[in-house]
């Protein structure tokens, strides 16, 4: 796995991380909009990266498009890469 790759990786799980927090917050407190804008900027940064990442490399999950044959598990598993 080459540099780049391995660094979107990692960006991806930060946002990923931002989200889960930001929703777990955002399920408490309901009407702050600065944490619901702070949502909605790293979904869209994540849901960016991820298109990125997707056209570049294949699919990030089953639920992704996969040029033939299927990609998905072409892949290391998240398991097997050592940042």
Known sequence: MNRE????????????????????????????EEALRLHNTFSKKSKDLTCIYESKYGPLTFKGMSRYPWQYIDDPWPWEINF
Do not use: C, G, I, W
């Open 5 to 32: 790759r391995k660094a979107m990786l990692k960006q991806l799980m930060e946002l990923d991380f931002v989200l889960v927090e930001t929703a777990l917050y955002l399920n408490t407190h309901p009407h702050d």
